[in-house]
């Protein structure tokens, strides 16, 4: 068991980070906490981003920037203890993990929207029929008003960074819901941004279901969730009275398909990568694949191998994470204990541990269509492997589910990977790899179906949280007043040229 002893409240915020937002924010601040962990708070400060929203509607670029500026100081001068809280929630999380698939992609998501930001503000030119010209159309980027945010417990941070990164982006005021099964994460990220930021443009909800449930019926301008699809539903109902735009990101079942060329070894690096980093707690982790029976023997040796080659002495081992909580265990625990016992393949020489909820990878071969492990999303480093014989027959496995979150395509044949890509519909895709989609700032990320509604993500995310008006520019000089009633003689001979 890895040493997690060490204190996050000993860390202290670097007092050197001020807060450059030039909203006035003294005086909001006694009324307007940064931190909110009642109903009632959480009314109050709402209503009081929604007046500012509405009575200071245009947010400068150089605001903006100085938003970004804060976050990214935030991480960089809180980076260590935000880890560490995060750690003490799961038990132990490796912290090369969280600088991997947290802090990188915030960093480098901040840099992107910094660097990014400024054009895609800015008022742009759309293209126009001839008909109407000499008028001209634009399209004009407009802040919301209030974003809510709700985080899940999984990736606590980039999860809340990156909504937020794009809701700044676009000149929004925040209010961020964390989750209230990664408690320690939620306080200390809560205290920093209390510290970096002002009420008056970003506050942290603290609290538990309750607290949850009353922030998703706030009458927000765009409620961006991301959590599991059985949640999500409820969100969505509680928008809906309000007419709230929701973006849902969700789970679901991410398969990979192995096609009969693949190079073997590197598809199982890959896909092992996947299912073992955060010890499979991930939304686009690869859920299950789909492999000729043929190579499932070969699979498990070489999953075996990998497993000593990464994550030697499993048991004590700081560059592996821990399940989150009991109840998640005991939930995967479920899972495997319900399987005919030739199904279950040990890849490491470690059982999963009930008290300290280290679970080292297992493999599954072939569980049946209807096993828990197969009607659920496992979230977890569990990995069954299921046969198919042909292509369509594969896709019709797919197809035959929830859309998922992500597919992932492993093999050279150029005709069967553009069939799969062109036959199933995920969120993403990947071809030869798994998650690092979710990495690049230059494609949306989302789910479809159960999977989720809605992208984010650099230009995709920003214009997600914004209003993107379309304005059409009417010249002195046009032609439209030629068609006014009395319709007669140029309208008609115009209708006749244009209905078909
Ligand atoms: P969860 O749905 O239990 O909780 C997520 C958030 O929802 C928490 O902040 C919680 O306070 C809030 N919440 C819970 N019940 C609520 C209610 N009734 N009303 C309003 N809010 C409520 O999800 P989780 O267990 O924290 O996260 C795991 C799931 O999230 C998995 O399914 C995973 O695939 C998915 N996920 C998706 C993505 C993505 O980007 N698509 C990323 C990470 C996780």
């Not at 969505?236 to 990979?256: D, F, I, R």
Request: proline letters at 6%; a negative charge.
């Amino acid at each position: 068991m890895i040493d997690n002893t060490q204190s996050t409240d000993e860390q202290p915020l670097n007092d050197q980070a001020t807060n450059s937002s030039n909203t006035s924010s003294q005086a909001a601040t006694k009324h307007n906490p940064s931190i909110i962990a009642s109903v009632d708070e959480l009314q109050k400060q709402f209503l009081h981003l929604q007046k500012l929203s509405r009575s200071q509607p245009i947010i400068e670029w150089s605001t903006r920037l100085d938003q970004l500026d804060n976050l990214e100081a935030l991480l960089s001068d809180n980076q260590d203890s935000l880890a560490q809280a995060i750690s003490a929630d799961f038990g132990y999380r490796s912290t090369s993990e969280t600088q991997f698939a947290e802090l990188f992609p915030s960093f480098t998501g901040i840099s992107h929207a910094k660097k990014n930001g400024k054009s895609w503000m800015k008022t742009r030119r759309a293209s126009i029929s001839a008909l109407y010209l000499p008028a001209h159309n634009e399209i004009q980027p407009q802040p919301l008003g209030v974003v809510g945010i709700i985080v899940p417990w999984n990736y606590p941070l980039y999860l809340a960074i990156g909504p937020m990164i794009d809701a700044l982006t676009a000149g929004n005021r925040i209010m961020v819901k964390m989750s209230e099964a990664a408690p320690k994460f939620a306080e200390a990220f809560a205290k920093a941004v209390a510290h970096y930021f002002s009420s008056d443009m970003v506050s942290v909800v603290l609290g538990e279901v309750d607290i949850a449930e009353a922030f998703s019926k706030l009458p927000f301008d765009h409620l961006l969730y991301t959590g599991s699809t059985e949640v999500g539903k409820k969100i969505m109902a509680a928008a809906a009275p309000n007419l709230t735009p929701v973006t849902l990101e969700l789970g679901g079942k991410s398969p990979v398909i192995v096609l009969d060329d693949v190079n073997l070894e590197s598809a199982v690096n890959r896909v092992m990568m996947g299912k073992t980093i955060n010890a499979g707690q991930t939304c686009i982790a690869p859920d299950y694949v789909l492999i000729h029976r043929k190579y499932h023997q070969r699979f498990i040796e070489l999953a075996t191998a990998w497993m000593q080659q990464h994550y030697p002495n499993i048991a004590n081992n700081q560059d592996y994470s821990y399940i989150i909580n009991k109840e998640q265990f005991n939930r995967v625990q479920g899972y495997i204990a319900g399987l005919p016992t030739d199904q279950v393949h040990k890849i490491t020489d470690v059982d999963a541990n009930n008290d300290s909820r280290l679970m080292p990878p297992l493999i599954i071969t072939e569980p049946a269509a209807d096993s828990k492990v197969m009607q659920n999303e496992i979230f977890a480093p569990v990995l069954p492997l299921m046969h198919y014989e042909t292509l369509d027959e594969a896709i019709e496995f797919v197809n035959a589910r929830p859309r998922p979150l992500a597919l992932y395509i492993f093999g050279n044949d150029d005709r069967s990977i553009e069939k799969l890509r062109t036959h199933t519909v995920s969120g993403g895709v990947c071809i030869n790899e798994v998650i690092i989609h979710v990495a690049q700032h230059d494609l949306p990320f989302g789910g479809v179906g159960h999977s989720g509604m809605g992208s984010y993500h650099g230009k995709a995310g920003f214009e997600r949280l914004s209003h993107m008006k379309p304005v059409f520019v009417q010249a002195k000089i046009n032609g439209l007043n030629l068609f006014l009633p009395p319709y007669e003689g140029l309208f008609k001979r115009a209708m006749g040229i244009f209905l078909k």
